[in-house]
């Protein structure tokens, strides 16, 4: 493929401008992954009975928002970028921009959980098996996202779908935002919507989210230019790496303690499910 033919990203991150107001594309990516996650955890609550009532289901979710969106940017100031936002706190708050950390977004996510939890006096782990089933639209849409900002890009490649990024140099490079969407999207999705009415413990499907997951994300990873602030750890890894490595430890330390002696579910409700 000659230099001409090589696709050039030339997408305005704004979607539409009305005087000093703007409506993002990353904005909009967001909102359209709650609105999936929303119908997502409905269905669930309703195929399962519980752990909390149907009409529960837009508190629970704007828990999770909560946690996400400031755990996500904490986590990206903190982890990815301390120094800059140091120098200019005030630009953490703008969160039209991106700088999203997804384990931070993560850790924010489990302290909602919890929070959520000790009101609605529900096993934690029953809340983060939905969660965990309605989180991949949210993880599709919130990398389409990043591909529509220009940011988060691959490495350079000689592949033909390569993609030039204006703010990464004249190479062609992976566009693993996609790479990632898919894999995190309707990939991992497709697993565990299958797994979710076959599975008999409670937290089965929270370990396979975060092992999948730091699975899918460890190898991408390989592929997308780490952050240049932060570099390589180890000659190899990225901190995302690491960070992913982190996930599948916890999500296997949830597997076997779940199998261990964890609750079972009532055989009723997997016949339930299974004619759903």
């Known amino acids: 493929m000659s230099p001409s033919d090589t696709p050039y990203h030339f997408i305005d991150p704004v979607l539409w401008r009305i005087g000093p107001l703007e409506l993002r594309w990353y904005g909009l990516m967001y909102l359209i992954g709650f609105i999936g996650a929303y119908f997502i955890i409905r269905s669930e609550l309703k195929r399962k009975q519980g752990p909390i009532p149907v009409e529960a289901a837009d508190d629970f979710l704007f828990y999770l928002i909560l946690g996400l969106l400031i755990g996500a940017r904490v986590g990206y100031v903190l982890i990815y970028n301390f120094r800059a936002y140091l120098e200019a706190p005030w ?112 937290g089965y499907l929270s370990a396979a989210f975060l092992v999948l997951y730091g699975a899918f994300r460890f190898c991408l990873e390989f592929l997308r230019e780490p952050d240049a602030q932060l570099g390589y750890f180890f000659t190899w890894f990225t901190m995302g790496q690491l960070l992913c490595l982190g996930m599948i430890a916890l999500g296997a330390a949830i597997f076997l303690r779940t199998s261990l002696g964890a609750e079972t579910r009532p055989s009723q409700e997997d016949r339930q499910g299974s004619d759903s």
């Open 91 to 202: 630009e953490a708050l703008a969160l039209w921009r991106g700088g999203m950390s997804f384990h931070g977004g993560l850790v924010g996510i489990i302290v909602a959980g919890f929070l959520f939890m000790r009101r609605w006096k529900a096993p934690f782990l029953a809340l983060t098996d939905i969660a965990a089933v309605a989180a991949p639209i949210g993880l599709m849409f919130g990398r389409i996202g990043n591909f529509i900002n220009g940011e988060l890009y691959g490495r350079v490649t000689d592949l033909p779908w390569g993609v030039v990024f204006p703010v990464a140099g004249p190479d062609p490079r992976h566009p693993s935002q996609l790479y990632e969407a898919f894999l995190e999207g309707p990939v991992l999705f497709g697993i565990l919507w299958r797994l979710r009415t076959r599975v008999r413990h409670t």
